[in-house]
């Protein structure tokens, strides 16, 4: 590839935006801009990420977010599929639920904490209850939604073929429906990841987590373990939409080619 192709490639533009933020940053703090409550230098960045200390207290962060996530993701994802899935199979259910479901979208995810920590208290349940809640809607928005458009042509090719409704949901309907519900799965991960990180940030209590060693820098005036625990939330999320969106376009390059 040519230094002119490379410079026009998206990935390559879209570092620029990125570059110039961080040598503004470097010459903010160089020239004395921004005091170190601010910003820090990257070598002082550096050197609290070679800290042993810093780097155990971010891995262990990171390990008890991503085992939060893990959990609330798993109650929410499950939830929203079985939900989705009955939403959009039966116009009885969707003519009962489905108002109070679009309802409960409309309200913004972190209106639910005080409720939340009313009944759950500041503990780990309200946390994952937190996320899970954050997981479900997307995944029962995108069930739902993909299984209600499944083509009508798909379902007659069942009840030709004389299938079950099990086995015509199972074979036909849901394999039909799968691009659509993977797109669910996807924001709702990301979305759980926010929450995850908001509950922390918000809840509080005496756990552990990303979040919490955020706040804790901050309330130590630590900016350095700050940037550090952003970054690493950063990166976090990223590497997951990375992952989600190389495994969807494995799963539906068929698809997608024909």
């Known amino acids: ?20 933020l961080l040598g503004l940053w470097q010459v903010s703090v160089a ?30 962060g990171l390990a008890a977010s991503g085992l939060r996530l893990a959990e609330g993701a798993s109650i929410g994802i499950a939830g929203g599929l079985f939900f989705g899935v009955g939403l959009g199979v039966s116009r009885l259910t969707d003519r009962v639920f489905g108002p109070g479901f679009h309802a409960f979208r409309q309200v913004a995810i ?11 208290g500041n503990g ?13 809607g997307p995944v029962a928005m995108g069930a739902f939604e993909g299984v209600k458009n499944v083509p009508s042509s798909y379902v007659e090719v069942g009840r030709v ?5 099990g086995r015509l949901l199972w074979r036909i309907v849901l394999p039909a429906a799968a691009p659509a519900i993977f797109t669910g799965l ?16 918000l809840i509080g209590g005496l756990t552990t987590g990303i979040g919490t060693l955020v706040m804790k820098g901050r309330e130590e005036m630590r900016t350095d373990v700050v940037l550090l625990g952003i970054i690493a939330i950063a990166l ?15 799963l539906f390059a068929g698809r997608v080619s024909a």
């Not at 040519?2 to 990125?18: D, K, M, N, T, W």
């Not at 073929?161 to 409704?165: A, D, I, N, P």
């Open 110 to 120: 972190f209106a639910w904490i005080p409720l939340l920590t009313a009944w759950f």
């Open 31 to 60: 020239l004395g801009w921004v005091g170190p409550l601010v910003l820090v230098s990257f070598p002082a960045l550096f050197r609290a990420a070679a800290d042993p200390a810093i780097g155990g207290a971010l891995l262990d």
């Open 124 to 136: 780990d349940l309200s946390k994952i209850v937190f996320v899970a809640l954050a997981a479900f």
């Open 236 to 250: 976090t999320g990223l590497g997951v939409n990375g992952l989600l969106r190389l495994l969807s376009r494995r």
């Open 1 to 20: 590839m040519s230094p002119a192709a490379a410079l026009r490639h998206p990935f390559v533009r879209g570092l620029v935006p990125v570059a110039l």
């Open 186 to 201: 996807q924001l709702a991960l990301i979305f759980s990841w926010f929450a995850t990180v908001g509950a922390e940030y």
């Open 161 to 165: 073929l004389c299938f079950s409704r």
